[in-house]
T-cell receptor, first 117, second 115 residues
């Protein structure tokens, strides 16, 4: 089955700096890669996603890049602000263990991002 | 509020008892998911379902059971066979693979504590 590895587990930056979080996946059939932000005590919420037919996607200060050959994708946050502090999760949508159906959504272990004012 | 509701928010269970967590959505989503969240371990997939009357085991299904009798509902039962059930449980739903897989929406979670 799919395995999603996420690094680093913690990331500390100064306000205004950039932050980069990286994920790798194992199932070459995976074709949808979302990123979620979870603030303390709240539910995870989607911040950006990318499909396998696209190499890069941007939304204001947030961007995601995908390298299908290497099976890795990254989240880039520019001009970080204290309100960006949260736990960030990457995920990949892949096949089930038997390879007979799709729609399994596997998450990485999460990155605790802290932005210092 | 997001269209996906989990209940209860907090749940206490005695050792050896089964307990069922509720998850209901009114988003007309085909796919539903159950995740377990422990500190430092991210979101681990327990079970998922792409269609009514069908579900698939996730990565940590042992000690859990689910049913999908209605499109709107995907209850999770934590059985006495689950050795370490104390955790935060999150339910999610999405359009589903056949309809163009898109954003998964999460419920507010249920915190289960074994006492």
């Amino acid at each position: 089955g799919e395995n999603v590895e996420q690094h680093p587990s913690t990331l500390s930056v100064q306000e205004g700096d950039s932050a980069v979080i990286k994920c790798t996946y194992s199932d070459s059939a995976s074709n949808y890669f979302p990123w979620y932000k979870q603030e303390l005590g709240k539910r995870p919420q989607l911040i950006i996603d990318i499909r396998s037919n696209v190499g890069e996607k941007k939304d204001q200060r947030i961007a995601v890049t995908l390298n299908k050959t290497a099976k890795h994708f990254s989240l880039h946050i520019t001009e970080t602000q204290p309100e960006d502090s949260a736990v960030y999760f990457c995920a990949a949508s892949s096949r089930n263990a038997g390879g007979t159906s799709y729609g399994k959504l596997t998450f990485g272990q999460g990155t605790i991002l802290t932005v210092h004012p | 509020d997001g269209g996906i509701t989990q209940s209860p928010k907090y749940l206490f269970r005695k050792e050896g008892q089964n307990v069922t967590l509720s998850c209901e959505q009114n988003l007309n989503h085909d796919a539903m998911y159950w995740y377990r969240q422990d500190p430092g371990q991210g979101l681990r997939l327990i079970y998922y379902s792409q269609i009514v009357n069908d579900f698939q085991k996730g990565d940590i299904a042992e000690g859990y059971s689910v049913s999908r009798e209605k499109k709107e509902s995907f209850p999770l039962t934590v059985t006495s066979a689950q050795k370490n059930p104390t955790a935060f449980y999150l339910c999610a739903s999405a359009l589903g693979w056949g309809r163009g897989f898109t954003e998964a929406f999460f419920g507010q979670g249920t915190r289960l504590t074994v006492v």
